[in-house]
């Protein structure tokens, strides 16, 4: 391929499309691989060294859906309230797994799927985003405690059926395969 000077990308336009050649050629990012090398092995490794701040990052990511909570008993919902309560249940859900957590991952996921699907914010119960963020919260605070995880089954099997339960009375469109969680794919710990 032939070496570009100029920094832009270039843009060839069609009738139905558009092909953008990035400015950069990323192979030049990229070394050849070295025998024996396992970058598998090494991310683990580091992944490791960094979990000793998975707990703290975790309680942070829960003093983040408290904030976003209060905020909301306060102001009600609005778009940027919203966000902010979605994007909190969001990044827990999906941090959970990675940061040894993997049981208040459906806690999370169940305050999503009620704050994405409710089609009026303004209808959404209070208590009901409390019952989400004191188990979400609890799920954190007891990790490792034996009855944990069977704790934590339980409130999010009893929050889902609550949650779809208000879903339906309201009308919302959800396909039937949305409330089905997916497996993990975060190792276990």
Do not use: N
């Not at 983040?64 to 969001?90: C, M, P, S």
């Amino acid at each position: 391929m032939a070496q570009r000077k100029d920094q832009a990308p270039s843009v060839a336009t069609y009738a139905d499309h558009e092909v953008i050649t990035p400015a950069h050629d990323l192979r030049k990012a990229v070394g050849p691989a070295v025998p024996g090398d396992d970058p598998v092995a090494r991310a683990e490794t580091a992944l490791a060294q960094l979990s000793s701040e998975f707990d703290t990052w975790m309680q942070a990511e829960c003093e983040r859906l408290e904030a976003a909570r209060q905020i909301v008993a306060r102001q009600g919902f609005d778009a940027k309230t919203h966000d902010a309560l979605f994007r909190a249940a969001h990044d827990i859900k999906g941090e959970a797994p990675t940061f040894g957590f993997p049981a208040v991952a459906g806690a999370a996921d169940s305050l999503c799927r009620l704050l994405e699907h409710t089609p009026e914010l303004a209808r959404i119960p209070m208590p009901l985003v409390d019952q989400h963020v004191d188990a979400v919260r609890a799920i954190i605070r007891e990790h490792g405690h034996p009855e944990a995880e069977v704790m934590a089954e339980m409130l999010t099997s009893r929050l889902r059926g609550v949650s779809e339960e208000f879903l339906r009375h309201e009308g919302a469109e959800i396909d039937p395969l949305d409330g089905v969680p997916s497996p993990s794919i975060a190792a276990d710990r």
